[in-house]
């Protein structure tokens, strides 16, 4: 049982790892699968010993061991974060299954954030690939039942659909299947709760960015970030808020 902490904090950094490589290929339209990790300056192919998580970076002292330039603290952080992640949502997981489902949506999210930041962009590659890796674990009884993920899925689709036809724009596709996607992982009440608290959160940000003049009322705020904040929130308080209601499981059970 010891090892087990370790285990799961080193397959959450080599996640991390993985996510910043596709993160960087999603952001520029290059394929995910296929084709070797390069310098993004020098374009030196990375050999195994560039690629071992955080320890790589702490060596080479955060630069290029072929041209040394620096390269971004975003890639040791995003591992760590990972890493951090996974120990925790391990921590918080009655079932080795209920820990699997829940560290995929993590890095899914993970993932999602960083590309609409970058980028503005949730891909498919991310999306669809999560609504369908959402629909197989509920299939296979690890999370929410399958009738659960596909209303959720679709709840969470329509809901954005609607937002977007009402707003003219306020939001796009890609939202709506970032959202579908949580729904398949969640429920239809979790792709509720993580449009209600994504909302809350965007407004609380986007408040504060018209109050410190570093925005306009016609900035455009990615929504993916908050969907994904709204998501990790929504996992913990829709369960109580159910619960609350009575339409949940009761307590201690
Ligand atoms: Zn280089």
Redesign the pocket.
Known sequence: MGLVIPFVAVLGMAVGSFVSAAVYRLARGITVVRGRSR?P??Q?VLGAADLVPLVSYVWSRGR?R??G?RISPMYPLLEVTCASGFVLLWLASATPAMWVVRATLFSLLVALVLTDLQAGTLPDALTVTGLMLATGFAAAGWSVGLNQALVGAAVGAATILVIVWASRGGMGIGDAKMLAMIGAFLGPWGALGTLVWGSFLGSVVGAGLLLTGRATRKTKLPFGPFLAAGALLAQWTVPLWLRFVGLGAPPGS
């Open positions: 310098c300056h020098c030196h290029c072929y041209c330039v």
